[in-house]
């Protein structure tokens, strides 16, 4: 799938779309889902024009790799959830019921959650 430069976060990359940010470096940003699943639900996203898990382990530079898993970790500790836990879910393709065709990864944590998949 090639990837579409007009996707929401791509918008909210250029700064056509604010959102709340968590965090932000030279690889990745992070920022409140307006959606939420969960009391604290936050969306990573590389800067690079990824579709996926698949799109980015293959073509993404091994800086942009190491970058973008650091700073998935560095949002997590920035919002002190190290010692409760939380869940990262990064959906690919539409049987994951991916939205947004640009790799994310969910941070989703602020209470106990419930099993991974539902029947």
């Given at each position: 799938m090639a990837y579409d430069q007009n996707n929401v976060?791509?918008?909210?990359?250029?700064?056509?779309?604010?959102c709340e940010k968590v965090y932000e470096?030279?690889?990745?940003?992070?920022?409140?889902d307006i959606n939420a699943q969960a009391p604290i639900h936050v969306l990573v996203i590389p800067k690079g024009e990824y579709v996926s898990?698949?799109?980015?382990?293959?073509?993404?530079?091994?800086?942009?790799?190491t970058g973008f898993f650091r700073a998935v970790g560095e949002t997590a500790r920035s919002l002190g959830?190290?010692?409760?836990?939380?869940?990262?879910?990064?959906?690919?393709?539409?049987?994951a019921h991916q939205e947004?065709?640009?790799l994310h990864f969910h941070i989703l944590s602020g209470r106990k959650l419930g099993p991974m998949l539902s029947r």
């Open positions: 976060f791509a918008m909210i990359l250029r700064g056509e779309i604010p470096d030279e690889f990745a940003l992070s920022f409140n898990m698949a799109d980015f382990s293959v073509a993404a530079s091994p800086e942009e790799i959830l190290e010692k409760d836990g939380y869940r990262l879910i990064a959906n690919t393709g539409s049987n947004v065709p640009h």
